[in-house]
């Protein structure tokens, strides 16, 4: 991929503030310099990310970077896509050399077999001469206006049928195996991934296809099959009937358990349904449902796993901001069958009638407890106490304590004492997990520089002189006639001043973004840190060169030395990090 050119990409930056890119999944606040939030990628509820010069940083995930980071983070694309990404929400060109790239292309490659795959497995299920997928879905009460508007298929019982068409039409072995539409067993022969089962294409925001959805017409293992990874296809991170749920403009989403149930809740005109790829919910798929909808309803089956995944669900939804209800069937285990047996009337009362999260949580409370009993009603109470210590709405946490209260017969400020008590010692836990997980980093080999934690005078160095160089790119020159990539030590390091050093002198305003197009998600996260860690630290020129002196020294030192300080350093740090905690 070639460079892009500054003036676009910093007009580029300019057009889509990260502040503005965050506040589509999280809420932020406001400092005297910065902006804090909830880190949108991971489970987070103490404003932990910070959003500073265009930049972001989460100090316990480590996720962090510039506003491409964000989109190929988010959006799970690579970091052209990115730019693209951010150039359409701006009205912007990308500029022609962004075009031609191979990511890009073996993206296209992939919709193009998916789109002929589709197609293939549509003509089968209408016109081949096996009728069991067509009877199948007649079976579950479908319309023939549904079966074309989802563009559902059958795969035939055969093991390389779909590989001779789409071999017919142009595509190699290796087109169908990146594409997933095909697999290649241990003696190399290539095979149709999807043989007997009922077709449910997965289309993405823009209307390709990106995957499939197989069922089984029988009692074969799994009962569902799912597209693997391909550069167009991440189960995690896209939803099912999403690019028809979105058009419908809804206020909540319903969040069903399967294909066949969005189908047919769909068909009976709740068009607002989506649901997982055979997985339960992740933090991406909630933030992206977080974009279209201020409320989400939960309709998973009504069995044990059901109610299991509900509750997880509900964890997912509250760390990324997005209110859920639950909604509750009786007489039926799925919304299919309640529709069937009750009608799409008697399902939007239930919509109606949904509880809120806390009430779901609480209802579950009670499971397997005899609360005419005071061991039940202890037991409960128990439950009860982290669920209100949760509940951010002074107000409503006041009223489910005075009806609990009335339940348990024990006095409202009783409960109430015991719910601040654990709210506070939950908040001490938080924040000493929190600083663990931040501290252990220094004691842990990093997945973008390992040899770092073999080499921690050398780590700390070279990131006080990273960081000097990023923030003070005007010494690039000098500090190249004193320093030189081989002269640091660990690797990661190496390659990250010898980037700085080309890009520096090219440039004539130095910006994180520069580095973007050359480094991973995780890279970018990195160096955001290495900036975060010296964020408040004046870098001086006789700092910067003292670490000089420190590499050179390391560099002329036998290894066996280096590894014995390194090895002693480790073990008076951890002997010292144990006094400090057991004075805390």
């Known amino acids: 991929m070639k460079k892009l050119p500054e003036a676009f990409l910093f007009r580029l930056l300019e057009q ?8 589509s999944c999280t809420q932020l606040k406001a400092h005297d310099r910065f902006y804090s939030c ?6 987070d509820r103490y404003y932990t990310c910070q959003i500073e010069n265009d930049s972001f940083y989460c100090p316990v995930c480590h996720k962090g970077g510039d506003a491409f980071t964000f989109v190929m983070l988010t959006q799970n694309c690579s970091y052209p896509e990115a730019v693209s990404i951010l150039a ?4 912007m060109t990308v500029p022609q050399e962004m075009d031609v790239n191979h990511i890009r292309q073996a993206r296209e490659h992939c919709f193009a077999i998916n789109r ?6 549509y003509h089968c299920l209408l016109r081949g001469s096996d009728r069991r997928g067509l009877k199948y879905l007649a079976g579950r009460k479908l319309f023939p206006q549904t079966v074309r508007k989802y563009g559902l298929g059958f795969a035939p019982d055969n093991w390389h049928m779909l590989k001779d068409y789409l071999l017919s039409k142009g595509y190699s072995e290796q087109d169908l195996l990146l594409a997933n539409i095909c697999r290649k067993n241990e003696k190399g022969h290539v095979y149709d991934n999807f043989r007997n089962r009922v077709i449910f294409p997965i289309v993405g925001l823009d209307g390709n296809v990106t995957g499939f959805g197989g069922r089984v017409l029988d009692d074969s293992k799994p009962k569902y099959l799912n597209t693997g990874d391909t550069p167009v296809f991440d189960k995690g991170s896209q939803l099912f009937s999403l690019h028809f749920a979105r058009k419908a403009a809804p206020s909540a989403m319903i969040l069903a358990e399967g294909y066949m149930d969005v189908i047919a809740l769909h068909q009976a005109g709740f068009e607002n349904t989506v649901a997982t790829l055979g997985t339960a919910i992740t933090s991406e798929q909630a933030r992206l449902l977080k974009q279209y909808a201020s409320e989400v309803i939960i309709a998973y089956d009504s069995d044990t796993a059901g109610q299991n995944a509900t509750l997880k669900a509900l964890h997912q939804f ?18 299919d069958e309640f529709i069937q047996k009750f009608s799409a009337y008697h399902f939007r009362q239930l919509m109606e009638q949904a509880e809120d999260a806390t009430s779901f949580r609480l209802n579950r409370c009670r499971n397997g407890l005899d609360l005419t009993s005071e061991t039940g009603r202890t037991a409960f109470l128990r439950r009860c106490v982290p669920i209100l210590a949760d509940i951010s709405n002074l107000h409503r946490r006041e009223d489910l304590i005075r009806i609990l209260s009335h339940e348990l017969d024990i006095r409202p400020e ?27 980093d220094f004691y842990q080999a990093d997945p973008v520089n390992p040899s770092a934690v073999r080499q921690p005078k050398a780590n700390e160095s070279e990131r006080l002189l990273l960081a000097y160089l990023m923030r003070r790119p005007e010494t690039c020159t000098s500090l190249m006639k004193r320093i030189l990539p081989e002269d640091f ?5 190496q390659k990250l001043y010898s980037l700085l050093i080309h890009i520096i002198p090219e440039t004539a305003k130095f910006h994180l973004s520069l580095l973007g197009s050359f480094l991973t998600p995780e890279e970018m996260g990195y160096i955001t840190g290495i900036l975060y860690q010296f964020r408040n630290i004046a870098l001086e020129d ?6 000089i002196q420190n590499l050179h020294e390391i560099r002329n030192q036998p290894e066996q030395k280096q590894a014995d300080d390194s090895l002693r350093k480790a073990f008076a740090d951890k002997q010292k990090k144990s006094v400090i905690h057991l004075k805390s």
């Open 16 to 23: 889509n503030p990260l502040t503005i890119l965050f506040q």
């Open 38 to 43: 909830c880190c949108p990628f991971h489970a």
């Open 88 to 91: 359409e929400r701006c009205g």
């Open 116 to 121: 002929d795959a589709a197609n293939f497995y």
């Open 318 to 335: 509250q760390a990324a901001g997005l209110p859920a209800r639950v909604l509750h069937m009786t007489g039926a285990k799925d919304p």
């Open 414 to 440: 009783v409960l109430s004492r015991q719910t601040e008590n654990f709210k506070q010692k939950q908040n001490r836990t938080q924040i000493r997990t929190e600083f663990r997980m931040i501290a252990a």
């Open 489 to 493: 030590i660990t690797e990661f390091h």
């Open 542 to 547: 006789a700092a910067a060169e003292e670490c």
